[in-house]
C-alpha cells in the first residue's frame, strides 16, 4: 500500500466519543425519559449490596440464580467431538444451541467450529424427531464429509423424549450413511449436570463406538485423558512430555489441531485431531490416565468396569506437585524412567518460583472455575505462599468440595480457605466485598467484579473472551507452570505499579 | 468497470455449489439463492422464513436469541430470566455489546445472566413454583428493578407451565410489571419470530400503561437501534440535531419507562425494520401513530433519511435538518478523503441477520466499494424487495446460506472483505480473506450516525489493509524447497 495510513487512533470510537460534552449532556437530557432513580438512592443501594447483610440475604437464594460459572451438556459434547479427527459433531434439537455452540467457543479459541443442528421446530416437538435426523445426516455427509459424526442432544430432544438409538438405526436403514458409518451418541439433557457431564458423556460414547469389537493383543500404550481442558497447548505439552519419556501413548479427545490451526490461505474442515484408528484401539492399552474427575467421570468407569483396564484418575498437572505426581505415575504405568531433561525443567520452574515468592506470599486469593481446574490451581498457589480464601465452582459437587479441602489442608496456606461448591459469581461478589481479596482468579467474566472491588484479575479458565491467546499456552506440566507463573507475577506487579506512589515506583521488581 | 458478475455467471455459480446437495436439499436450497435483478423479477425472487434444512450448518440462532438477545435484553433496568436449563443465559450473556449506562446490579442490568437453571426436578414437577420464588428474590435483591421479564427456553412450552398466571400472580405482590414471553427456541424458523413474540408481550403487557405530563409537537421515538457499541447514542444525537425530542430508545438502553410511554409519540422512526416493524404497525393502529423507516448508515443515506423524516414535521425541522446536513459536511468528506483512496474499488461480500445485509451498501458505496454478494441469516420478503434495487445486476443473494455455501461464494468470488458474523469470522482468516464482522462491529463502532461513519471507515481499512495478510504464504514450497525470489 503506497499511500500512508491514517493513524487509527485519530477516530474517536465508543472508548472516547461518548465522552464529550455533546453525548453527556445527551445523556442527562435522557434521563428524563426513563424514570429512573435518583443518584443518592443508586448509590445507598450500592453500598447496601456490599454489605454484610446484603451477603446473608444473597445466600439465602433459594430459586435464583446470578452470575452463574458453567454452561450445559450439548456445549461439552461439541468439544469432546472436535477431539477426534474427521469429526464432525451433531445436535439433535433446536437449532439455535447450535449457534450458541459455535459462537460460545469461537469468541474463546479465535477459531472456526464446524457443527451441525437437526434443527428441530414446532412440528418436530409435536411429532420428535426422526425425519430431522435423517435429513441431518443426509445432508451433512454430503457437504461435510466427515468419517464420523458425534451426536448428542439439546433440552428440547430430551423432554419429547427422542430416541436417539432408535433414530439413528432407523437412519441407517434408510441410507442416510453408508452400511457401518461411524455414529457415536450420547444423550446429553442440559438440565443435568453442566458442560462437563457433556463432554463426558459423548467421550464415552465415542471410545464406546470405535472399541467396539475391538478388543484384541494388548498395545503396551498409555491412554491420555485431558477432558475438557480449553488450553489448547496442553494437549502439545503432554504429548511432548510423554515423547521425552519415551511413552507410546494416545490423548483421547486431542481438540488441539481442531481449535488451533494454521492460516495458511485454506480452510481445512478437519486440521487433525485423535485419529480414528488410534481411539479404537484404546481399549488395548495397558492403562488410562484421566487428568480431570469431574469431566471424564463416566467415561472413567468405561475404562475400569467395561474395559477392565487400569483408570487412574489425576488431579490435572497444574503446578509443582501436581506435576510431579503425573510424571511419576505415567513411569510407573509404563515401566520407564525418568529422563533428565524432564528434571531439568522442572528445576528452571522450580528456579523461576523462587526468584518470584516474595511478591505472592501471603497475597489472599478468590478462585471460581470449573471444579478440576479449581482443585489443581489450589495446589499451586499453595506451593507458592498464596493464601486461597474464597473458593466457588457453580458446577462443583460434594467430590469437588472433598477434594478442594483435602489440598487445602494440606498447607498452612489454605487454612483460612473456604469452599463454596454450586455458588455462582454473584455469591462470590458478596464474598469478596464482605472479606476481600487481594487477586481474583478466574475467567473474563470476573472482570466485572475485578472493576467494581478493584482487585486485579488474572484469567485462567474458560472462556476467556477478552484477552487474546492465552489459550493456545499449555498451563499444564512444568511449562506450563512457568506460562501460569509468569501471567500471576507479572498480574501482581503490573498492579503494583499501577498502584504504586511516585517514590515506590521502582525500576528493578 | 463493476466488479459484480454477470447474472449468468451468477447463475452457473450457484449451479455448481449446490452440484453436491441430495437431490431434496438442492431443490430447497436452489429457492434461496438467486442472481440480483434490481427491478425484482419473479424468477429472481429469493425464497426466505423457512425453515433451515437440518444438517447443514445455519447460522441461523433462535426465536430465544431474537427476543432475550435482541429485543428485551437491552432494556436495562428491567431483570431478564433466561428460564430453563443454564445455557442459553450463558452464551448470550453480554456478548451482544448493547451498551447501557447505569449501575451495574443496582439499576442496570444488562451485564447479568439470570437464569432459573433448571434441573431435572423443575423439567418433571414443572417449574412455576420455582418462577414464583425466583421472581420474589429478584425483588429483594434487586430493588431498583423496574420490572422483570420471563424469557423462556425450550422445556418451558413442553412440559406445560402457566407462566402468565405467575407473571400475574408476581406483579400484583411485587407492584412491577412482570411479562412472560413465550419465545421458546424451538418456535419459528430463525431468530425472527422471536422479535415477533418479545414485540407482542410489550405491546401486550407494557406499552400505553403510562403516561407523562409534557409533549411536544416534535415528539419522537427511535425503534430498533439496539445500541451496539453506542449507536443508538450516535443516532440520537442526530434526531436530537434535527430539533426533535427523542421521547424512547427501542431498546438499547432503554427502559421500561420509555416502552410503556412510546404511545405518546408523534412519529416512530425505525432502523431494524426486520425486529421492531410489529410495534410500529401495533401503534399506527392502536394510537394512529405513523412511523417511517431510516437508514443511518454513511453519508448518503444519513441525509436522505434525515429528509424523509423531517418531511413529518414544521419548517422549523426542516430548517434545523438542512443546518445540521450542513455543518456535518465536512465531517463526511474528511472521512472520504481520508479512507476513499484507501478502499475504493474493494468487493465486499456480506451475511448479517435482518438489516445491515441492505443498510450497509450505501455507507461501503460511499467508500468507492463495491457489495458483489449479500445475504440475511433472518429476513422476510419485504427485506428482500428492499434489497433488490440497492444492489447491482448480477450480485449474488443467499438467504440463509449453509456454510458450505459462503465458503464456497467467497472461494470463487474473492471478495477483499467478508462482513458476517463471529462464526464465520475466522474461517475466512484461515483463507486469507480481511474480515469485520457485522453483528457486534468487532468489539468497535458506533457505526450508525455521523461518528459512526468515522469508525465504519477506519475499521475497513483496518480490515482490508493489514500488512498481516500478506505474510501467509513461506519462502518455500509445500514439500520444504525454497523458493529462491
Not at chain 1, 495458511?264 to 484404546?282: M, N, V
Not at chain 1, 480464601?389 to 468440595?401: K, L, P
Request: net charge negative; aromatic share 8%; with cysteine.
Amino acid at each position: 500500500m503506497s499511500i500512508t495510513p491514517p493513524p487509527a487512533s485519530e477516530v474517536k470510537d465508543h472508548n472516547e466519543l461518548f465522552e464529550a460534552p455533546e453525548y453527556q449532556a445527551q445523556f442527562e437530557r435522557k434521563r428524563e425519559f426513563e424514570a429512573g432513580c435518583s443518584s443518592d438512592e443508586v448509590e445507598r443501594i450500592r453500598q447496601w449490596t456490599r454489605s454484610a447483610e446484603y451477603r446473608e440475604k444473597n445466600f439465602a437464594r433459594e430459586a435464583l440464580t446470578v452470575n452463574p460459572a458453567k454452561a450445559c451438556q450439548p456445549l461439552g459434547a461439541v468439544l469432546a467431538g472436535l477431539g477426534f479427527a474427521g469429526t464432525l459433531p451433531l445436535v439433535h434439537g433446536s437449532q439455535g444451541c447450535v449457534a450458541y455452540f459455535r459462537s460460545h467457543f469461537a469468541r474463546h479459541f479465535k477459531e472456526p467450529v464446524p457443527t451441525v443442528s437437526s434443527s428441530m421446530t414446532e412440528d418436530a416437538a409435536v411429532f420428535g424427531g426422526l425425519n430431522n435426523m435423517v435429513e441431518a445426516l443426509d445432508n451433512a455427509t454430503a457437504l461435510y464429509r466427515p468419517d464420523m459424526i458425534a451426536i448428542s442432544t439439546t433440552c428440547m430432544a430430551e423432554v419429547i423424549g427422542d430416541d436417539l438409538h432408535a433414530f439413528i438405526e432407523e437412519a441407517r436403514q434408510k441410507g442416510s450413511v453408508p452400511p457401518g458409518y461411524l455414529l457415536p451418541f450420547a444423550h446429553t439433557p442440559s438440565f443435568v449436570g453442566s458442560h462437563l457431564t457433556g463432554y463426558d458423556n459423548m467421550l464415552r460414547a465415542i471410545l464406546e463406538h470405535l472399541a467396539k469389537d475391538r478388543r484384541g493383543r494388548p498395545t503396551g500404550r498409555i491412554n491420555l485423558v485431558p477432558g475438557f481442558d480449553t488450553n489448547v497447548g496442553d494437549h502439545r505439552e503432554l504429548g511432548r512430555l510423554l515423547n521425552l519419556m519415551g511413552v507410546d501413548h494416545v490423548i483421547l479427545g486431542d481438540h488441539s489441531a481442531a481449535l488451533d490451526s494454521p492460516a495458511d490461505g485454506e480452510y481445512q474442515l478437519y486440521p487433525g485431531g485423535t485419529p480414528l484408528g488410534e481411539a479404537a484401539e484404546a481399549i488395548n492399552a495397558r492403562a488410562t490416565v484421566f487428568l480431570q474427575e469431574t469431566a471424564t467421570r463416566r467415561t472413567s468407569e468405561l475404562v475400569r468396569d467395561v474395559w477392565g483396564q487400569e483408570a487412574v484418575t489425576l488431579t490435572p498437572p497444574i503446578g509443582v506437585n501436581n506435576t510431579d505426581r503425573f510424571v511419576a505415575e505415567v513411569a510407573r504405568l509404563a515401566g520407564v524412567t525418568v529422563p533428565r531433561e524432564i528434571t531439568l525443567e522442572r528445576g528452571r520452574l522450580i528456579d523461576a518460583l523462587t526468584d518470584s515468592h516474595a511478591y505472592l506470599h501471603g497475597r489472599r486469593v478468590a478462585i471460581a472455575g470449573d471444579p478440576d481446574l479449581v482443585v489443581g490451581l489450589l495446589g499451586f498457589l499453595l506451593e507458592l505462599g498464596m493464601e486461597p480464601v474464597h473458593v466457588v465452582s457453580t458446577n462443583g459437587d460434594a467430590s469437588f468440595r472433598e477434594r478442594a479441602e483435602a489440598v487445602l489442608a494440606t498447607s498452612p496456606f489454605g487454612a483460612g480457605a473456604t469452599v463454596w461448591p454450586g455458588k455462582d459469581l454473584w455469591h462470590l461478589r458478596s464474598l469478596v466485598f464482605t472479606e476481600p481479596v487481594d487477586l481474583l482468579i478466574g475467567n473474563s467474566y470476573l472482570k466485572y467484579l475485578s472493576r467494581e472491588a478493584q482487585v486485579p484479575l488474572w484469567r485462567v479458565g474458560f472462556p476467556i473472551f477478552d484477552r487474546h491467546h492465552l489459550h493456545r499456552f499449555p498451563i499444564l506440566g512444568y511449562t506450563g507452570a512457568l506460562h501460569l507463573l509468569t501471567q500471576l507475577v507479572n498480574t501482581v506487579l503490573e498492579e503494583l505499579d499501577r498502584t504504586a506512589p511516585d517514590h515506590s515506583f521502582d525500576i528493578v521488581r | 468497470m463493476s466488479a459484480t458478475p454477470t447474472r449468468e455467471q451468477t447463475e452457473a455459480m450457484i449451479a455448481d455449489v449446490l452440484e453436491v446437495y441430495p437431490a431434496k436439499a438442492k431443490k430447497e436450497r436452489a429457492r434461496h439463492l438467486k442472481p440480483n435483478d434490481p427491478a425484482g423479477s419473479k424468477e429472481c425472487a429469493v425464497k426466505s422464513n423457512v425453515k433451515s434444512r437440518p444438517g447443514v450448518m445455519t447460522i441461523r440462532g433462535c426465536a430465544y436469541a431474537g427476543s432475550k438477545g435482541v429485543v428485551w435484553g437491552p432494556v436495562k433496568d428491567v431483570v431478564h430470566i433466561s428460564h430453563g436449563p443454564v445455557g442459553c443465559g450463558q452464551y448470550s450473556w453480554s456478548t451482544r455489546r448493547n451498551y447501557s449506562r447505569g449501575t451495574v446490579g443496582v439499576d442496570n442490568f444488562v451485564p447479568m445472566q439470570f437464569t432459573s437453571d433448571f434441573q431435572e426436578r423443575d423439567v418433571v414437577f414443572g417449574g412455576d413454583k420455582k418462577l414464583a420464588k425466583i421472581n420474589q428474590e429478584i425483588a429483594e435483591l434487586f430493588p431498583l428493578a423496574k420490572g422483570i421479564s420471563i424469557q423462556s427456553e425450550c422445556p418451558i412450552g413442553l412440559i406445560g407451565d402457566d407462566i402468565e398466571a405467575v407473571a400475574r400472580q408476581s406483579a400484583k405482590e411485587l407492584g412491577i410489571p412482570v411479562v412472560p414471553v413465550r419465545c421458546e427456541g424451538f418456535r419459528g424458523v430463525s431468530q425472527s419470530l422471536g422479535h415477533h413474540i418479545a414485540n407482542d408481550s410489550i405491546r401486550d403487557w407494557v406499552l400505553g400503561t403510562r403516561d407523562t405530563t409534557m409533549q411536544t409537537p416534535y415528539d419522537v421515538a427511535l425503534i430498533g437501534d439496539y445500541n451496539i457499541g453506542g449507536d443508538a447514542w450516535a443516532s440520537r444525537k442526530i434526531l436530537e440535531d434535527m430539533g426533535l425530542r427523542v421521547i424512547a430508545q427501542w431498546s438499547g438502553d432503554g427502559t421500561i419507562n420509555e416502552l410503556a410511554t412510546t404511545h405518546l409519540a408523534k412519529l416512530n422512526v425505525i432502523h431494524c425494520y426486520r425486529s421492531m416493524n410489529y410495534i410500529c404497525r401495533t401503534m399506527e393502529e392502536r394510537y394512529g401513530i405513523p412511523w417511517v423507516e431510516y437508514n443511518f448508515f454513511g453519508p448518503t443515506k444519513i441525509v436522505e433519511s434525515m429528509r424523509r423524516i423531517a418531511e413529518f414535521f414544521d419548517d422549523t425541522i426542516r430548517e434545523r435538518t438542512e443546518a445540521a446536513i450542513a455543518s456535518y459536511q465536512a465531517k463526511f468528506d474528511e472521512v472520504r478523503e481520508r479512507y476513499g483512496k484507501r478502499l475504493a474499488g474493494k468487493t465486499v461480500m456480506l451475511l448479517v441477520g435482518g438489516l445491515r445485509p441492505r443498510h450497509t451498501i450505501g455507507a461501503y458505496e460511499d467508500l468507492g466499494m463495491e457489495v458483489i454478494g449479500t445475504g440475511y441469516e433472518f429476513g422476510h420478503g419485504d427485506d428482500y424487495t428492499r434489497t433488490y434495487p440497492e444492489l447491482k445486476e448480477g450480485a449474488v443473494l443467499y438467504d440463509d446460506p449453509t456454510a458450505f455455501e459462503l465458503e464456497e461464494f467467497a472461494r470463487r468470488l474473492r471478495p477483499d472483505l467478508m462482513g458476517a458474523g463471529v462464526k464465520e469470522k475466522y474461517v475466512f482468516h484461515k483463507m486469507g480473506m480481511p474480515f469485520r464482522q457485522m453483528h457486534s462491529w468487532d468489539y468497535s463502532g458506533p457505526y450508525h450516525g455521523v461518528e459512526g461513519f468515522a469508525v465504519f471507515a477506519r475499521d475497513m481499512d483496518i480490515a482490508i489493509n493489514n500488512p498481516s495478510w500478506n505474510l501467509f504464504q513461506p519462502p518455500w514450497t509445500r514439500s520444504g524447497e525454497v523458493v529462491t525470489p
